[in-house]
């Protein structure tokens, strides 16, 4: 790596772990920013559960704002088709209580969003910003009866030496403990008991892992997985892609997917 | 408000570096959702037609060696033959960036090989024999590009008529099939808006995820490009049948939106780069024109000619197009000329051509690094396409830019080595795969 190459990447580690303490506030935020609109009113989600709020909402999607990061119309659920793109990849793993299961175990029954994670990275545009979005969704999740009992989000940790069981709950321990938890949709944090047991999984997906030379970052390229109640992976997200609205309108394709399914 | 105004300032700071750990690139061409090199690339890949009289003859995966100070600097350190001529075109990394899809326009073979467990050595780990079977009818896979999890790859032609009615073909990053996306056309519009005509056809497709949407061009059928040049020239019928559209997409969906009339067969699409920088550029090969496709202040697309490029009545084929990392200059390649020329682009609505050279007696290709400190060229087009004799020049030409001229670092003659028809070019680094 060349000395400026070096400088660079010191300086943005530096200046991110400087500001990552209040990313989460910079993340609601940004949606002030879309041009032209100046200082919007509440969002839905914002309004939600204030006097006068619906006490239903059809499309979730529409629960979050347009923004800079994302500046686009989220498209209506049902009005597309999310191909098959291969068969999700089961394997096993361990629960934040310490329990044995497998990814086929945690899918069964569900429309599942899948992510990987470790719970010490400190990239704010990493795992904190998916699992910023995951928290996003898991709360709106109770707006939609259909939508809380018919979907789980599964987050796996591809760092079995750091994040044991206990690591994990702590992790999750606010969706955990959430007091409406069992009004919204169920999320698991697993991690593997071992690097043997966790390599099948990640080569499954995809997901790389190496080890920067501080020896305590994990290089990797961020991902989500949404797998079909038959376990199919149909659709992969990454960087650029991780709108709650796009996932929400996934979701809800699948289900009006379904739906249509029984019908014919 | 003070901690709003300082959570906004935070979130500038943070997106500002996360452009620079995440997204910048060694090149400026390939799709936002891949791993960069920063610095220095390390290797130039070059998928290189097979040529009659020429070695092996094969279409090859050539690896030339561009690390500054580096005993076998601009050399071929490795070469991969796959056996036979299919016409090998274009090639695309995978979205982590560890494999290189190159495809054949003529045998529509993709040929995925693994760049990360060496990338001074690529290895050939599978080759899709089905692509036309898959597509229900799609033919000459031309553009991969990474999508999350999948490639995205444009075909140029169908089984039917070999004319250039086709589609956008997705495939997972295993090389199974996915799905199939018919261009639009004037009877099956499939929801777009058309401003003039929709012809179906295909050839670059580039992505903007932060406006979900997505570009592409067209170009001409198997029946022409597998043509004889002269030939084809001299056919007015074949002449008819060249592309005239840019198709925007919605990039979630795969619906197309809108079908602009850019006439002239448009090709290669590179979008900017900016945060707000919502425009695109492409060239039309046939009226030799930048053209450039933006949203305006309403949030509607448009698309307008901005400028020409050489002498247009001379037909001087532009070809291959490389937008610079701060979207203020673009190299604009001329085929017939073998000129490459530099636009000043930073007023995308009036661009202006700055310096010119010429490289050779044809070029096609052109990749610059991120910093645009290095620029390198190729020449072939199409083999039934490239000039004859004397004229068919094939190499790969490094040079470095310093603002004001081009400096030629060094030359490989492809012909001379062995090797074949120099195209599609793609960097690769070590330190992509390690800490």
Same mark, same amino acid.
């Given at each position: 790596?060349?000395?400026?190459?070096?400088?660079?990447?010191?300086?943005?580690?530096?200046?991110?772990?400087?500001?990552?303490?209040?990313?989460?506030?910079?993340?609601?935020?940004?949606?002030?920013?879309?041009?032209?609109?100046?200082?919007?009113?509440?969002?839905?989600?914002?309004?939600?559960?204030?006097?006068?709020?619906?006490?239903?909402?059809?499309?979730?999607?529409?629960? /979050?704002?347009?923004?800079?990061?994302?500046?686009?119309?989220?498209?209506?659920?049902?009005?597309?088709?999310?191909?098959?793109?291969?068969?999700?990849?089961?394997?096993?793993?361990?629960?934040?209580?310490?329990?044995?299961?497998?990814?086929?175990?945690?899918?069964?029954?569900?429309?599942?969003?899948?992510? /990987?994670?470790?719970?010490?990275?400190?990239?704010?545009?990493?795992?904190?910003?998916?699992?910023?979005?995951?928290?996003?969704?898991?709360?709106?999740?109770?707006?939609?009866?259909?939508?809380?009992?018919?979907?789980?989000?599964?987050?796996?940790?591809?760092?079995?030496?750091?994040?044991?069981?206990?690591?994990?709950?702590?992790?999750?321990?606010?969706?955990?403990?959430?007091?409406?938890?069992?009004?919204?949709?169920?999320?698991?944090?697993?991690?593997?008991?071992?690097?043997?047991?966790?390599?099948?999984?990640?080569?499954?997906?995809?997901?790389?892992?190496?080890?920067?030379?501080?020896?305590?970052?994990?290089?990797?390229?961020?991902?989500?997985?949404?797998?079909?109640?038959?376990?199919?992976?149909?659709?992969?997200?990454?960087?650029?892609?991780?709108?709650?609205?796009?996932?929400?309108?996934?979701?809800?394709?699948?289900?009006?997917?379904?739906?249509?399914?029984?019908?014919? | 408000?003070?901690?709003?105004?300082?959570?906004?300032?935070?979130?500038?700071?943070?997106?500002?570096?996360?452009?620079?750990?995440?997204?910048?690139?060694?090149?400026?061409?390939?799709?936002?959702?891949?791993?960069?090199?920063?610095?220095?690339?390390?290797?130039?890949?070059?998928?290189?037609?097979?040529?009659?009289?020429?070695?092996?003859?094969?279409?090859?995966?050539?690896?030339?060696?561009?690390?500054?100070?580096?005993?076998?600097?601009?050399?071929?350190?490795?070469?991969?033959?796959?056996?036979?001529?299919?016409?090998?075109?274009?090639?695309?990394?995978?979205?982590?960036?560890?494999?290189?899809?190159?495809?054949?326009?003529?045998?529509?073979?993709?040929?995925?090989?693994?760049?990360?467990?060496?990338?001074?050595?690529?290895?050939?780990?599978?080759?899709?024999?089905? /692509?036309?079977?898959?597509?229900?009818?799609?033919?000459?896979?031309?553009?991969?590009?990474?999508?999350?999890?999948?490639?995205?790859?444009?075909?140029?032609?169908?089984?039917?008529?070999?004319?250039?009615?086709?589609?956008?073909?997705?495939?997972?990053?295993?090389?199974?099939?996915?799905?199939?996306?018919?261009?639009?056309?004037?009877?099956?519009?499939?929801?777009?808006?058309?401003?003039?005509?929709?012809?179906?056809?295909?050839?670059?497709?580039?992505?903007?995820?932060?406006?979900?949407?997505?570009?592409?061009?067209?170009?001409?059928?198997?029946?022409?490009?597998?043509?004889?040049?002269?030939?084809?020239?001299?056919?007015?019928?074949?002449?008819?049948?060249?592309?005239?559209?840019?198709?925007?997409?919605?990039?979630?969906?795969?619906?197309?939106?809108?079908?602009?009339?850019?006439?002239?067969?448009?090709?290669?699409?590179?979008?900017?780069?900016?945060?707000?920088?919502?425009?695109?550029?492409?060239?039309?090969?046939?009226?030799?024109?930048?053209?450039?496709?933006?949203?305006?202040?309403?949030?509607?697309?448009?698309?307008?000619?901005?400028?020409?490029?050489?002498?247009?009545?001379?037909?001087?084929?532009?070809?291959?197009?490389?937008?610079?990392?701060?979207?203020?200059?673009?190299?604009?390649?001329? /085929?017939?000329?073998?000129?490459?020329?530099?636009?000043?682009?930073?007023?995308?609505?009036?661009?202006?051509?700055?310096?010119?050279?010429?490289?050779?007696?044809?070029?096609?290709?052109?990749?610059?690094?991120?910093?645009?400190?290095?620029?390198?060229?190729?020449?072939?087009?199409?083999?039934?396409?490239?000039?004859?004799?004397?004229?068919?020049?094939?190499?790969?030409?490094?040079?470095?830019?310093?603002?004001?001229?081009?400096?030629?670092?060094?030359?490989?003659?492809?012909?001379?080595?062995?090797?074949?028809?120099?195209?599609?070019?793609?960097?690769?680094?070590?330190?992509?795969?390690?800490?």
């Amino acid at each position: 790596m060349t000395n400026y190459a070096r400088s660079t990447s010191l300086t943005a580690m530096v200046a991110i772990a400087a500001i990552a303490v209040i990313f989460v506030l910079a993340y609601r935020s940004w949606g002030d920013l879309v041009p032209g609109q100046g200082e919007r009113a509440a969002t839905p989600l914002e309004a939600a559960g204030q006097p006068g709020a619906p006490e239903r909402v059809d499309r979730l999607s529409a629960l /979050f704002p347009r923004t800079q990061t994302h500046d686009f119309v989220a498209p209506i659920p049902g009005s597309y088709k999310l191909p098959v793109i291969k068969l999700a990849g089961d394997g096993k793993l361990t629960d934040h209580t310490g329990r044995a299961t497998t990814l086929h175990e945690e899918y069964e029954g569900n429309i599942s969003l899948l992510s /990987f994670i470790y719970t010490s990275c400190r990239d704010a545009a990493g795992c904190p910003l998916a699992t910023g979005l995951l928290f996003d969704i898991f709360h709106v999740s109770n707006r939609s009866r259909q939508l809380a009992a018919n979907t789980k989000l599964v987050t796996v940790s591809f760092d079995p030496v750091r994040d044991d069981p206990q690591v994990m709950a702590t992790y999750g321990q606010s969706a955990l403990e959430d007091e409406d938890r069992e009004t919204k949709m169920a999320w698991r944090f697993l991690t593997a008991s071992s690097r043997a047991d966790l390599e099948p999984i990640l080569s499954s997906y995809g997901q790389t892992i190496s080890i920067a030379t501080d020896a305590d970052t994990l290089k990797h390229v961020l991902r989500m997985y949404l797998i079909d109640r038959q376990g199919r992976i149909r659709n992969v997200y990454g960087l650029g892609f991780l709108d709650p609205r796009l996932l929400l309108a996934d979701i809800e394709t699948l289900l009006i997917e379904e739906a249509q399914n029984k019908g014919s | 408000m003070i901690i709003r105004m300082l959570s906004l300032l935070s979130a500038m700071m943070l997106a500002l570096l996360v452009q620079t750990v995440h997204l910048t690139a060694d090149e400026t061409c390939q799709s936002p959702y891949m791993p960069k090199i920063t610095g220095q690339e390390q290797f130039v890949y070059v998928w290189t037609l097979g040529m009659e009289g020429v070695g092996d003859e094969s279409d090859k995966l050539v690896t030339v060696d561009v690390r500054p100070g580096s005993k076998t600097y601009g050399k071929v350190i490795n070469s991969h033959s796959v056996g036979g001529r299919h016409e090998a075109h274009h090639a695309g990394f995978t979205a982590d960036r560890r494999y290189l899809w190159a495809g054949g326009l003529d045998t529509n073979n993709i040929y995925i090989y693994d760049v990360h467990s060496d990338p001074s050595k690529p290895k050939l780990e599978k080759t899709i024999t089905t /692509f036309v079977a898959d597509t229900g009818g799609a033919v000459g896979p031309h553009t991969f590009y990474a999508l999350p999890g999948r490639m995205m790859i444009t075909a140029l032609s169908n089984d039917k008529d070999n004319g250039g009615r086709t589609a956008l073909v997705e495939y997972s990053n295993d090389g199974k099939f996915v799905a199939t996306h018919w261009m639009p056309t004037d009877k099956d519009p499939r929801g777009a808006k058309i401003d003039k005509v929709a012809d179906g056809y295909g050839y670059d497709v580039r992505a903007l995820p932060r406006k979900n949407v997505m570009l592409s061009s067209s170009f001409t059928g198997w029946s022409n490009y597998m043509m004889d040049f002269g030939q084809m020239l001299k056919d007015a019928e074949a002449m008819k049948r060249f592309g005239q559209t840019v198709t925007l997409w919605d990039l979630h969906t795969r619906q197309p939106k809108q079908v602009f009339h850019v006439p002239g067969a448009p090709l290669e699409i590179r979008w900017a780069w900016g945060d707000n920088a919502n425009y695109a550029f492409t060239s039309t090969a046939l009226t030799s024109k930048l053209w450039l496709i933006e949203e305006d202040d309403k949030g509607q697309w448009k698309a307008s000619a901005v400028a020409d490029i050489g002498d247009p009545s001379k037909i001087p084929l532009p070809v291959d197009i490389s937008i610079s990392a701060d979207d203020k200059t673009m190299w604009i390649n001329t /085929f017939m000329e073998g000129k490459t020329r530099l636009f000043d682009i930073s007023d995308p609505h009036a661009p202006k051509q700055i310096y010119e050279k010429k490289i050779g007696n044809q070029i096609n290709m052109v990749s610059q690094s991120w910093d645009g400190g290095r620029v390198y060229f190729t020449t072939s087009l199409l083999a039934n396409w490239d000039k004859k004799g004397d004229d068919n020049d094939q190499f790969l030409k490094a040079y470095t830019w310093d603002g004001k001229d081009l400096k030629e670092q060094f030359a490989i003659d492809f012909v001379k080595q062995g090797l074949g028809r120099a195209h599609l070019m793609r960097f690769g680094s070590s330190e992509l795969y390690t800490g």
